[in-house]
Nanobody, 124 residues
């Protein structure tokens, strides 16, 4: 089992920044690839970003490329999502998840463990 705890959400104005953190415990965190997903009101959950267990491979959804940065610190059992130039359409509940597979676009069913989400609200 891997337990994931997400933090860092909140309210920010358009153009601002937020950093989400995901702290892991349980099985060896460094063995897992990590992903961030989000679910906007009334929409299905969607892939945001993913990073390989060693950090050498990173993928982003087109909608966040150039604005969001995913990173992983195996020594701290943590993964981060730095979100810059935020837009109102980035408003969503953000989730982190762990997987033993890594694909350029991850799906819900690719993930083995999920953290509870954190709400990010971007005001215009």
């Amino acid at each position: 089992q891997v337990q994931l705890v997400v933090s860092g959400g909140g309210l920010v104005q358009a153009g601002g920044s937020l950093r989400l953190s995901c702290a892991a415990s349980g099985r060896t965190f460094s063995n897992y690839h990590m992903g961030w997903f989000r679910q906007a009101p009334g929409k299905e959950r969607e892939f945001v970003a993913a990073i390989s267990w060693g950090g050498g491979r990173i993928y982003y959804a087109d909608s966040v490329k150039g604005r969001f940065t995913i990173s992983k610190n195996n020594a701290k059992n943590a993964v981060y999502l730095q979100m810059n130039s935020l837009k109102p359409e980035d408003t969503a509940v953000y989730y982190c998840a762990a997987s033993q597979k890594l694909l350029p676009t991850m799906r819900d069913y690719d993930m083995d463990y999920w953290g509870k989400g954190t709400l990010v609200t971007v005001s215009s």
